[in-house]
């Protein structure tokens, strides 16, 4: 199974910061890595697909990059919407998910 | 508005079974892979099992292969999941998700249902 990375696990931020995540997989998956944002108590939604394709309906702050094995997420002028855990995917293999970034109020 | 809403969850014993239900609305449910996903208390996200569009080709964690079967009636618009021999490890809320592509999950899963709650207690 391809393993997947995230760092850090958990990080502190305020309204209108810049934050980034990274996203490593154990062996190449091109760029088939996919972003979930999760709330509280709530069911995951898609951000991104493919490392970088905004899915229909997320605000441009969220960008994603990366190829291979390294990917980031990058979350611009952070909204109060914003502060919850985002997990990384790939779907070149059968899918595995990421341990989760928990982004929180500093 | 595409939709998925699960149920059949509940608390079972060790050893038992247990089979969950996924019904789709607002899309053509009989052109997309049907997934579920899972997560225990307080843990991440795990994949569990995926349906291709006709039901001819299915896969699964390591953890639950042998254990556990998908299916699906498109004529019903319903993925399901059946679940033998449960363990205390197999606590979690099952989330049903579509895959984002016909083809596949390459692209990623779009759409989430608000997840069902399994409990393995005796």
């Known amino acids: 199974d391809i393993q997947m990375t995230q760092s850090p696990s958990s990080l502190s931020a305020s309204v209108g910061d810049t934050v980034t995540i990274t996203c490593r997989a154990s062996q190449s998956i091109s760029s088939y890595l996919n972003w979930y944002q999760q709330r509280p108590g709530k069911a995951p939604r898609f951000l991104i697909h493919?490392?970088?394709s905004m899915h229909t309906g997320v605000p441009s702050r969220f960008r994603g990059s990366g190829y291979g094995t390294e990917f980031t997420l990058t979350i611009s002028s952070l909204q109060p919407e914003d502060f919850a855990t985002y997990f990384c995917?790939?779907?070149?293999?059968?899918?595995?998910f990421g341990g989760g970034t928990k982004v929180d109020f500093k | 508005e595409m939709q998925l809403l699960e149920s059949g969850g509940g608390l079972v014993q060790p050893g038992g079974s247990l089979r969950l239900s996924c019904v789709g609305s607002g899309f053509t449910f009989k052109n997309f892979p049907l997934n579920w996903v899972r997560q225990a208390p307080g843990k991440g996200l795990e994949w569990v099992a995926v349906i291709n569009d006709n039901g001819g080709t299915t896969d699964y964690a390591d953890s639950v292969k042998g254990r556990f079967t998908i299916s699906r009636e498109n004529s019903w618009n319903t993925v399901f999941l059946q679940m033998y021999s449960l363990r205390a490890e197999d606590t979690a809320v099952y989330y049903c998700?579509?895959?984002?592509?016909?083809?596949?999950?390459?692209?990623?899963?779009?759409?989430w249902g608000q997840g069902t709650t399994v409990t393995v207690s005796s």
């Open positions: 995917q790939q779907t070149r293999f059968s899918p595995t």
């Open positions: 493919t490392a970088s």
């Open positions: 998700a579509k895959g984002n592509w016909a083809s596949g999950n390459q692209y990623g899963m779009d759409v």
